[in-house]
């Protein structure tokens, strides 16, 4: 064999190159304070999960129109969603109706 390294380095790549290029899910964080979710538009992909984190005094929501899921956050609490399809959620309060934020959710 005339290159016996570069073929043991070709195949070493051909198997890590097909692992290598898998996505890990992101967790995006989403404060509330001052009565705002920060940032209040976010983009994601499917299988990330948005994580909303209440920095605020008060109860709030995180609520989509869609009804797909409406979570109640009490102050110094988080909880979180996971993204299962491409999409533009928008969401907001129910105690804060002014209170809006909106997710691309991207393939």
């Known amino acids: 064999m005339l290159f016996p390294r570069l ?5 070493a790549a051909a198997l890590v190159l097909p692992f290598g290029g898998i996505a890990r899910a992101a967790v995006i964080q989403v ?12 983009s994601a992909h499917i299988g990330d999960t948005i ?11 995180a ?8 979570l109640l956050i009490q102050p110094n609490q988080k ?10 959620v928008e969401y907001y309060c129910r105690y804060h109706p002014n209170m809006v934020g909106q997710i691309t959710v991207l393939q």
């Open 7 to 11: 073929s043991a380095y070709v195949v």
């Open 31 to 42: 404060s509330m304070v001052g009565v705002s979710y920060s940032p209040a538009q976010v």
């Open 51 to 61: 994580e909303w984190v209440n920095n605020d005094s008060l109860v709030h929501t």
């Open 63 to 70: 609520t989509a129109r869609s009804g797909e899921w409406d």
């Open 79 to 88: 909880k979180s969603v996971t993204l299962k399809s491409a999409a533009k």
